[in-house]
């Protein structure tokens, strides 16, 4: 007889643990919309300061040189709705409490690789139309232009970054010689047209 | 011979007293539980400071400060007892040392580079933990106990960061300070509390102590080129004695009593 007791009460009590985790009111629709990177820009940037700045001057101080890739991200129309619903109340992520993001945006052109190019002679290693990918780093943490890569590819939660930029700054400098300066930034896609920006510069 | 006289003399009092409250033992010595809470003025005779820029990362007062203090004694024979203290430090003044640290950094660097600096201090209010014996002496109205206590005093080892940017460069360098995050001294306390009774329950307390800790620590310096990550690190050593004085005023209450 008791026995039987015990097993109403665990069967009872199941709804109210899960009301008991439903803590945290989430909003049981994600909408998952999906962006494109719409258009890409080149400008050279001179980190003389203590911050890089876009610069439209000719010439530019080797040692604080740099480029900025800028990227803008539309929107695109179509949308997926994913429902969560939690077994017996209508809002809830048992544990938790962290809900999932009410929107999500995902890129659908995804980022292959960047490679940027020097289309005039560098230094005695690398001659015009050598890559030099390796020759910039990223601002700040100096990390290879792979990097850039992850953020072109990002999928964003809640809001869509419309204008975002990558500094890459150039980390070994040119022959004295070599002033003039030419360099093609080669984006690749997975399913669409590589994108290649040009800039030009006099490294003194 | 002017120093033996003046043990003598210490010493004739001390029997002296020892004897006149010898013969009002009667109704003195009856306390038992004692818990006391004071408050007073602290004045360190000297500074851990090397001029270093650690110096305004170790959280360490060394300006004269009003602080509290409890304990409670338990005698554990007629003129003996035990004693536990917490003597509550106050800390340095966080937003003057994180603006004299980057003030420091500025002076340092600032000619070749543009600077950065944080220096965040999470410490709390470390007691100064002591526990030791007591020896009673007491008439009626009047008590007089010389201690010596023996405990910790921990010092805060905050972390500090200075982020370099070079002046016309891509160049960009971190200098980190480390010193772990705190370190506890092994800390000797004599002392001496006076005071008179005011009824059988309170009493009022003077307190002087003198306490003696010897530092031991390093900070490392580590000098991080960010883009070729080669890094160069310095050790800078705290080896000083450190020594200070707690003059207070308290109040005792007398939890326990002998029937």
Known sequence: MKRKYIVLLIILALPLLDVFYACCNCDTITEEKFYTNSGFSLKNIDNSGSEPLETTSASINKKAYGIRLQVNRQSLAFLKKQINQ?????????????????????HTDKVESIKIITLNDFNAD??????????FKTQKKYLDVNEVIKGLNYDFDYLLKETEYFDLLLMIQPLETNVQHQFKV???????????????VNLI | MKNINILICLLFTIVLS??????????????????????GL????????????????????????????????????????????????????????????????????????????????????DPVVTFGIVYRLETDKMYL????????????LNRGEIQLKEKNTNNAYSVIYSGGVYETFFTVVPSVSAGY????????????????????????????????????????????NMFDTYISLGVIYVAARKK
């Open chain 2, 42 to 125: 602290n004045i360190p005779f000297n500074n851990m400071n090397q001029n270093r820029e650690t110096d305004y990362l170790i959280d360490y007062n060394d300006k004269p400060q009003m602080i509290p203090s409890i304990s409670a004694l338990f005698f554990i024979r007629k003129q003996l007892g035990v004693e536990l203290n917490l003597k509550f430090t106050t800390l340095k003044d966080n937003t003057k040392t994180e603006e004299s640290f980057k003030q420091f950094a500025n002076n340092q660097y600032s000619e070749n580079y543009f600077v950065n600096t944080s220096a965040p201090s999470y410490s709390l209010h």
């Open chain 1, 86 to 106: 939690p077994l017996f109340s209508s809002s809830a992520y048992a544990m938790s409490c962290e809900c999932d993001p009410e929107v999500t945006y995902d």
């Open chain 1, 126 to 135: 690398k001659p015009a139309n050598s890559e030099i990918t390796e020759y």
């Open chain 1, 186 to 200: 080669v984006i690749t896609f997975e399913n669409k047209q590589p994108v290649e920006l040009i800039t030009t």
């Open chain 2, 197 to 240: 009774k005011l009824t059988k329950r309170f009493w009022v307390d003077l307190s002087v102590n003198a306490s003696y800790f010897k530092t031991d620590f390093t900070y490392d310096k580590t000098f991080t080129n960010l883009y070729t990550k080669e890094t160069q690190t310095e050790n800078i050593t705290y080896k000083k």
């Open chain 2, 18 to 39: 020892n004897r006149i409250y010898s013969q009002e033992e009667g109704s003195a010595y009856k306390s038992k539980l004692l818990f006391k809470a004071s408050y």
């Open chain 2, 145 to 156: 106990y010389p201690k010596l206590a023996f405990g910790g005093t921990t010092v805060d």
